[in-house]
């Protein structure tokens, strides 16, 4: 069995938890470890989730394997009371993206289930507090799981023929001549895109058509105070 020194040293060593930066910013909280290193309601493999999948209420998935941070999601629901009884995940992505995740499960779990509508109130930034802040160019990985929530519990409204509920998260084309949408700008803001300057070099957005600018500003404007305050 690991002693309380190795596991000390694997924490001071790895790579996705050590700081890449003389900057204490850049340090994970002691709670983004516990959850790194023991994730709550993980399926550690693909049997484990066919197996789950076949009493599971919804499913919800985001992001690709093939590109970067996936995540899948399962929820179990009491349909009597709207309430999530169980969550389980699978993940592909970094130390945040896995403690996030891990944390997401136990919030809408924990105290006898959280009722959906107030599940589909979370925000990010409700993870990241109970993780005790994330580093800033962290901070997307939280919306991985809030993402796929919201994906799941619209799946189990698709399958309880409660349309009507259905949450409905479309893109919307910003500047047509690059394909920009508010999407976009947003995953880009969470990325560390801040300003205008930033935006641009990113997403080439309002570049050659610079009458979308204005609306581009704005919509920078509202996710830096959307999930950074």
């Avoid at 790895?14 to 909280?29: G, L, R």
């Avoid at 499960?105 to 925000?123: F, H, P």
Wanted: hydrophobic share 35%; aromatic share 6%.
């Amino acid at each position: 069995m690991e002693t309380e020194i190795q596991t000390q040293s694997k924490l001071n060593i790895h790579p996705d938890v050590k700081a890449k930066v003389e900057s204490k910013k850049w340090f994970y909280t002691d709670t983004v470890k516990d959850h790194f290193f023991n994730p709550r309601n993980l399926l550690i493999n693909d049997e484990e989730g066919e197996q789950y999948s076949k009493n599971a209420d919804a499913i919800g998935m985001v992001g690709s394997p093939a590109c970067g941070d996936a995540l899948k999601l399962w929820l179990k629901i009491d349909k009597n009371i709207d309430k999530i009884m169980d969550c389980k995940f699978q993940t592909f992505g970094c130390a945040s993206a896995i403690a996030s995740t891990s944390m997401l499960s136990v919030m809408v779990t924990e105290n006898d289930g959280m009722k959906i509508d107030d599940a589909l109130k979370l925000k990010p930034q409700d993870i990241i507090a109970r993780l005790g802040n994330l580093p800033s160019r962290k901070f997307h990985c939280s919306v991985l799981g809030d993402k796929a929530l919201r994906s799941a519990i619209n799946d189990y409204f698709r399958r309880s023929n409660q349309n009507n509920r259905i949450v409905v998260e479309g893109a919307r084309i910003i500047d047509p001549e690059t394909k920009t949408t508010d999407k976009d700008i947003e995953e880009a803001v969470l990325e560390g895109a801040l300003n205008l300057e930033d935006i641009q070099k990113k997403l080439k957005v309002g570049i050659s058509n610079k009458a979308v600018i204005p609306a581009v500003e704005e919509l920078i404007r509202f996710y830096k105070e959307k999930y950074f305050g």
